[in-house]
């Protein structure tokens, strides 16, 4: 029986018959967040222009599509570039980008807010092994795909008339410094936990003042005066005026669905990352280094 062009919401039933699907296998992709649905009181409910959204953007691996959302890690480079694509559109195409951290990213990937979540998440060995253990535990994992960004420096931000303060012999934990965290999730607070660690350290012993929501906030509580010290990439202190103290090199990636690889908005962002003026506008940011972007890291199959 055809459906109604009015219907706003779909059963599962309807939506099985829509799709030619057994209503069991509805369930199955509504439950993992693979169709665009809501539950109330118990049932699922479709809403029937997600549905025929979802179907377009499953065409030609969603080359049609003519926007792409961006979340995740916060980083400047990023926002950059999406700019870049954005004044280069001349209004035919959207393409967006929120930081919200790490983890958040990859639920609203998961939940399908978002068609790609950038990504910086590395145990003590700087490998990817916790990466790939913190996107198999999405169930929808099987789909996504790991590509390859840039690599940048992380480490300790501080206003620049505290510099004179540190020293390589100086247990920068040990002293009485206002620290602004980030909030949990975020790959900064991850390579930050993992720091205090390797200097016999804990967060419960640091003096907090704030919680940031994404790095530039928290190189914005350090320039006002309202904290101290804090942990992020090389470029946000720079543009910040901050000085900055080098404690590590991380790989930032891009996670997305396997479709979403052949977009053309996402296409034109990895291109963009391997041309001449990419590197020279990484160059004046500082803290990047850009190689083999658009390799393929890792398949969640």
Not at 73 to 88: F, I, N, T
Not at 103 to 128: F, K, M, N, P
Request: charged residues 20%.
């Amino acid at each position: 029986m055809p459906i109604d062009s009015n219907i706003i919401y779909m059963s599962t039933k309807q939506v099985a018959e829509y799709l030619d699907l057994n209503e069991k296998k509805v369930y199955s992709m509504a439950n993992h967040r693979i169709l665009p649905a809501t539950k109330v009181t118990g049932k699922w409910l479709f809403p029937k222009v997600l549905i025929d959204r979802w179907l377009m953007d499953s065409c030609h691996s969603g080359m049609l599509s003519d926007r792409m959302h961006i979340t995740g890690s916060d980083d400047p480079l990023l926002s950059m570039l999406v700019a870049q694509l954005m004044a280069r559109s001349e209004h035919q195409k959207i393409i967006s980008y929120s930081a919200t951290g790490s983890t958040l990213g990859l639920e609203l990937l998961s939940r399908g807010y978002a068609d790609v979540c950038s990504i910086h998440w590395e145990d003590l060995q700087g490998d990817h092994n916790s990466i790939f253990s913190l996107l198999k535990s999405f169930p929808n994992h099987q789909q996504w795909i790991m590509v390859s960004g840039y690599e940048r420096h992380q480490g300790l931000m501080v206003r620049k008339d505290m510099s004179s303060l540190f020293n390589h012999q100086m247990n920068i934990t040990k002293q009485p410094l206002r620290w602004v965290s980030r909030q949990k999730g975020a790959g900064s607070q991850q390579h930050f936990q993992n720091w205090l660690s390797l200097n016999d350290a804990s967060v419960d012993e640091l003096l907090y003042t704030a919680t940031a929501n994404s790095e530039r906030e928290l190189a914005g509580y350090i320039a006002r005066n309202d904290a101290d010290i804090g942990f992020g990439c090389q470029a946000v202190a720079m543009e910040s005026g901050l000085h900055f103290i080098p404690k590590l090199t991380e790989s930032f990636d891009f996670v997305m669905s396997q479709s979403i690889f052949f977009r053309r908005q996402l296409q034109e962002l990895l291109k963009l990352l391997k041309q001449p003026q990419t590197l020279q506008l990484a160059n004046v940011l500082s803290g990047y280094k850009l190689k083999d972007s658009g390799q393929i890291l890792w398949r969640g199959q």
